[in-house]
């Protein structure tokens, strides 16, 4: 069992950075791939990026490669998502989840989800 808590949303400026702060509960953190989503108003919620269990392997939406980077460390049970150069099509509440397979970015497969947090970006 998992339980997540995401923090760091708030209101930004384009061009603007923020840090996405996800801590995790549980003894068995550091076995799960980490990912987040987003889910922006009237939208489907989205893949973001998704990081492996040992924190070496990536992946991102194309939506945020170059400008957001997913990083972990499971001595603190947590992961990060710092977003450089945002945009306001970046507004969206943002999702982190725990799920067991690296390959699959599919929502189904993460079985433990925050609550998330608010991102918005002002143009």
């Known amino acids: 069992q998992v339980q997540l808590v995401e923090s760091g949303g708030g209101l930004v400026q384009a061009g603007g950075s923020l840090r996405l702060s996800c801590a995790a509960s549980?003894?068995?953190?550091?076995?799960?791939?980490m990912a987040w989503f987003r889910q922006a108003p009237g939208k489907e919620r989205e893949f973001v990026a998704i990081i492996g269990s040992f924190g070496i392997n990536t992946h991102y939406a194309d939506s945020a490669k170059g400008r957001f980077t997913i990083s972990r460390d499971n001595a603190k049970n947590a992961v990060y998502l710092q977003m450089n150069s945002l945009k306001p099509e970046d507004t969206a509440v943002y999702y982190c989840?725990?799920?067991?397979?690296?390959?699959?970015?599919?929502?189904?497969?993460?079985?433990?989800w925050g609550q998330g947090t608010q991102v918005t970006v002002s143009s």
């Open positions: 549980g003894r068995t953190f550091s076995t799960y791939a």
């Open positions: 989840a725990a799920g067991r397979n690296y390959y699959s970015t599919g929502q189904a497969d993460f079985g433990f």
